[in-house]
Every structure is written in C-alpha cells, then in structure tokens.
C-alpha cells in the first residue's frame, strides 16, 4: 500500500463527501477530527493512517493504486471496448478503478502506467512538466539529417506544430530504420503522425521508458506495482 501526505481537504473532497470548497468550509467551522482532535487549519497534511470524522462521520479514503504494465501488441488502451476486444484491464487484477495514464495504440507495445490517482495522472500527461516519454519505432526507410532536424524542432499534425524533441537513429539497414524518439506530448498516434510528416511509415512502435520508469523484468502482458519511492520520484518531476 502506498502511503503518501495528502492535505486533508483533497482526502474528504476525494472521498466523495463534498467539493473540496466546502471541505474548506468544514475544517474553518471546526467540523472536522483527525486522529480524535479537532483541526482548523486548511492544508493540514494526513496521510492513510488518520482517522478523519466529519460532523462525527468516518471519512474512508480511497487507496492508490499505480500499475507499471508491458502492453502487448493486439489490446486496447481504454477500460471497456465497444467493440468488444480486450482491454489493458482485462490483463490486471485489481478491485479498485484504476484507468490507463494517457494512450498507446492498439498495435503498440511497451510502458503504461495505470492508476486511480487523478493528481498524478495530470501530472504526467500536461507537456509543461516535461516528463520523457522514450519511443523506438521501426519504420520504412533511411531518415535524412534534414528529416532528423524537422522532427526534433517541431513537425504539423493536424495543423499542430509538435514541441521540441530528440531523435536519435538506433540502427538501419536498407529498407528500416530503428529510430529512438523521446516526446513530452501524448497526442493521439503523436509518433505514427510525426514520422509521416517526413514521409516514413511506423510499421512497429514500443514505448521503452517514461521518466525513470522502464520495463525491466517484465514481459508482454505482465505488470508490477509502483514502489512508494518511485511514486514520490514521480511527484516530484512537476514543473513548479
Ligand atoms: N504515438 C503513436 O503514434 N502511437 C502510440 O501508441 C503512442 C504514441
């Protein structure tokens, strides 16, 4: 179980009690306990061991949960599928309602992150907090420098110039090229729609690495829990 500081007025507005303004409200009115006594202060830190009452009432909080999954070729990143095909939570056992941290597609392998904590997950996907997220793609063809220098300052998609990124060729033979690209944007198909933007087909696509995070010791389909360690590693990439 992961145990983190969280302020008492997030832990009863996530609980589902009440907005977090009047979570505000209740801890100035003197209506909330923790640990038995009586708190005012508004940003109070608690973590999963307090016991927090409101108007005499036992606020449970919801526990985090924070997957690292090796997404399989041939699974769709969403919770459930109209089209019935199988979903990344068909691959975990869990009993709380976690959902992926951003999107890899249907054909693409390697990292992705699954969690219940909405905080992190914003976190993690907003580009101003620069998190890596390292790609190797197979593609057709050979990229010239001048591709290179297109893709790392900034490609269109869909009328959107990419942010700056870094390109990195791996290896190549004639016909592929196995190119290494670490973005800090999550736009759908971001690495298929940039690399086409040279004129270079994506024919494989895995996601090696997210910040720190890699999938070292995993196979396809498998998945660990975050260490508390790496959960506040993570906390602390935001950009302040
Ligand atoms: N970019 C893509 O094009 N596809 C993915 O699955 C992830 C990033």
Same mark, same amino acid.
């Given at each position: 179980m992961v145990i983190l500081m969280e302020r008492l007025q997030k832990v009863i507005s996530n609980s589902g009690y009440c907005s977090r303004r009047k979570a505000e409200e209740l801890i100035i009115n003197g209506k909330v306990k923790v640990n038995g006594k009586l708190v005012y202060e508004l940003g109070t830190k608690v973590n999963d061991n307090d016991e927090i009452m409101v108007d005499n009432k036992l606020i449970t909080k919801e526990n985090k949960e924070y997957i690292l999954l090796y997404k399989p070729r041939g +699974? +769709? &990143?969403? &919770? !459930?599928?109209d089209k019935n095909r199988k979903t990344v939570l068909d691959l975990i056992e869990t009993t709380k309602r976690i959902y992926p941290i951003g999107r890899l597609d249907y054909d693409t392998t390697g990292i992705l992150l699954l969690t219940n904590d909405g905080e992190l997950t914003n976190l993690l996907i907003h580009?101003? !907090? !620069?998190?890596d997220k390292v790609y190797v793609a197979k593609i057709k063809g050979v990229l010239t420098g001048l591709e290179i220098k297109q893709l790392e300052s900034g490609v269109l998609i869909d009328d959107i110039k990419t942010a700056p990124c870094k390109v990195k060729v791996r290896k190549k033979d004639k016909e592929h090229s196995f190119v290494q690209i670490t973005i800090h944007e999550g736009k759908n198909h971001q690495v298929k729609k940039m690399f086409q933007a040279v004129n270079h087909e994506v024919v494989k696509l895995k996601r090696e690495r997210i910040a720190f995070l890699d999938l070292k010791g995993l196979k396809p389909g498998e998945y660990r829990y975050l260490t508390l360690k790496e959960v506040k590693k993570l906390y602390a990439l935001k950009n302040a």
């Open positions: +699974v +769709v &990143t969403t &919770t !459930n599928d580009p101003k !907090n !620069n998190i």
